[in-house]
């Protein structure tokens, strides 16, 4: 049973900074892709940021290119989010993803996820 939990959610005003991290209960981390993913009230669950197994270059959305950092540690299990110039339109729950299997990303449609955590903006 793969487990999946975020942390370090919250409320900031626009232009403020938060960090997500995320740790996952699954043997050979370093095999699989991860990344994250969030939906806002109303609409359905996007895309944010994905890393593969290598650890090379994210794809972003380009919602948050510039703006947000994923990183990930195999040691650990873990994987990061760190959000700088936090814009009101951020303002969702935050979905840790888990690829399903190794050597491949997650995506909207297959992924191992965590509870999720809210990020709050106010302008």
């Known amino acids: 049973q793969v487990q999946v939990e975020e942390s370090g959610g919250g409320s900031v005003q626009a232009g403020g900074s938060l960090r997500l991290s995320c740790a996952a209960s699954?043997?050979?981390?370093?095999?699989?892709?991860v990344g994250w993913f969030r939906q806002a009230p109303g609409k359905e669950r996007e895309f944010v940021v994905t890393?593969?197994?290598?650890?090379?270059?994210?794809n972003y959305a380009n919602s948050v290119k510039g703006r947000f950092t994923i990183s990930r540690d195999n040691a650990k299990n873990s994987v990061y989010l760190q959000m700088n110039g936090l814009k009101p339109e951020d303002t969702a729950i935050y979905y840790c993803?888990?690829?399903?299997?190794?050597?491949?990303?997650?995506?909207?449609?297959?992924?191992?996820w965590g509870q999720g955590t809210q990020v709050n903006v106010s302008s």
């Open positions: 993803a888990v690829s399903r299997g190794p050597w491949a990303l997650p995506t909207v449609d297959s992924a191992y």
């Open positions: 699954i043997r050979a981390f370093s095999a699989y892709g």
């Open positions: 890393i593969a197994w290598t650890g090379g270059r994210p």
